[in-house]
């Protein structure tokens, strides 16, 4: 690999996700019980409460992003068991393509299309998704409210020539709960900096539609709030030194829109602190 290629620093981003209706990040039941809950939320198998699964908002970022951009919606990804139909994503073998940059590419893709591997082209994904974990205050909430974070909500499917109900229970957390998240995004040059720009985008992407599963019966609406961007550079790994990090626009932003109305500044912000200057 060629030596000009090196980690020039890491944002670090964190928001609170509240939940402005019911949320529901659903996964299989572990025990069926005769008259239990079929559809159930995911939960941490150790505190038995619900979170919000890393891969499941970052598929909710990537894919809510591929369909505000002009990227063609070009690869299958083949699901386990017969008779079950692909699921189509953007994938490709270009190494400036922003999609594939930010969320990432599968290694193959590039040699499927035939595309020459270059030594200064990093293929790595930039952006990395924790697992968000209940606030403590909502946790509190919950012990005094609702135990174990979820509320059971009766649905109804009804025929449309007899009317006859066919009546579901479904599990959600309740609207009002918050969630702690935090993302990591590596930058190794200009546009990676300039990229900063996709990861707000899709957060401002899901934030106008939803979150989980169910979206279009009203589940999922949420918020971002308390949303704070602390770059470490590359220095900072050599000792942990406090100057080598910096909050970006140097405040915690109550909103989104509040921060993307700052988001040019902030991006030549990094440019500046780590030494890169814009492409003319």
């Keep these: 690999m060629s030596a000009n290629i090196h980690l ?13 209706t019911g949320l529901r990040i659903g996964s299989g039941p572990e025990v069926m019980e005769i008259g239990g809950v079929e559809n159930v939320v995911v939960r ?8 919000i699964p890393g891969s499941a908002f970052k598929g909710a970022l990537r894919s809510h992003y591929e369909l505000f ?3 063609p919606i070009n690869h ?8 079950k139909p692909p699921i189509r994503i953007h994938l490709c073998g270009e190494p400036d393509c922003e999609i594939c940059r930010v969320f990432g590419r599968t290694p193959e893709i ?4 035939g595309s020459q591997v270059d030594d200064n082209v990093i293929y790595t994904t930039r952006l990395k998704v924790d697992d968000a974990y209940p606030t403590e205050e909502t946790i509190k909430k919950w012990e005094g409210f609702l135990p174990g974070g979820v509320e059971v909500k009766w649905e109804n499917v009804l025929d449309r020539l007899t009317s006859q109900a066919n009546p579901r229970q479904v599990e959600r957390v309740a609207a009002g709960s918050e969630f702690n998240v935090k993302m990591s995004y590596k930058i190794f040059d200009e546009r990676d900096v300039d990229n900063v720009r996709v990861v707000m985008q899709s957060m401002k992407l899901v934030e106008d539609d939803y979150l989980g599963g169910y979206g279009s019966r009203g589940y999922g609406r949420i918020r971002f709030r308390n949303i704070s961007m602390t770059l ?6 050599n000792g942990c030194r ?3 990090r910096k ?15 700052d988001l040019d500044r902030m991006i030549s912000e990094i440019k500046s602190e780590l030494g890169l200057k814009s492409k003319q």
């Design 247 to 261: 909050m970006l626009g140097g405040r915690v932003f109550q909103s989104l829109e509040e921060l993307m109305k």
């Design 76 to 83: 299958a990804v083949v699901r386990g068991g017969e008779g």
């Design 110 to 113: 590039i040699y499927k299309q």
């Design 44 to 51: 941490d198998p150790l505190t038995r409460m619900p979170y």
């Design 232 to 237: 470490k550079k590359r220095e900072y790994y």
């Design 8 to 20: 020039r620093g890491v944002l670090e981003i964190e928001a609170i996700v509240h939940c402005v």
């Design 242 to 244: 406090d100057e080598s």
């Design 69 to 71: 951009s002009e990227k």
